[in-house]
């Protein structure tokens, strides 16, 4: 980024704003906003701005990745259930062209057989699943290394 911050848009789907409310044994205690400080700081250390979206709203979605380009250098992208059925979501990301790493809380493998396909993850540069709040953090090395490497733009 010769020198300057990167941006990452860090995009939150449907129910993850129920993070510390719902399915405790799948999801964990820690709520959105306690992953969104850890980010932060994280991304403070990392030289990273980061702008943070959650939506319910698939339309929303798409709309933030279709305006990233410009404003953003890549994107952390946990598009919850819409994962595995969005292709709206996943034709945005494809036509942004930024890097994304696709990241999941739980271990979508050892769930429903539905969950066990992604349409993002084709297009992502990586994807991080089953660490818990983890993944959010591990993702973000990943995509600041991506970010980071000689050539970028």
């Known amino acids: 980024m010769n020198g300057r911050r990167a941006s990452v848009l860090v995009l939150h ?6 993070l510390g ?23 403070q250390n990392l030289n990273l ?3 943070f979206l ?25 598009a919850g259930a819409y994962t595995h059925t969005s292709v709206a979501l996943r034709d945005a990301l494809a036509a942004a062209g930024l ?4 990241v999941h809380l739980s271990n979508p493998f050892v769930r429903e057989a539905f969950r066990h396909r992604s349409l993002l993850a084709p297009l992502a540069a990586g994807v991080v ?7 959010y953090l591990l993702g973000l090395r990943g995509l600041a290394d991506l970010l980071a490497a000689p050539g970028d733009t």
């Open 129 to 135: 699943l089953g660490f818990g709040a983890a993944s």
């Open 13 to 18: 789907g449907p129910n993850l704003n129920l």
């Open 21 to 43: 409310l719902r399915e405790k044994a799948v999801y964990g205690e820690e709520t959105l906003a306690s992953i969104e400080v850890r980010l932060s700081e994280l991304a």
């Open 99 to 102: 890097p994304f790493v696709e």
């Open 54 to 78: 959650q939506s319910n709203h698939e339309g929303a979605l798409v709309d933030a990745v279709q305006s990233a380009p410009g404003r953003h250098q890549g994107l952390l992208v946990n």
């Open 49 to 51: 701005d980061l702008t």
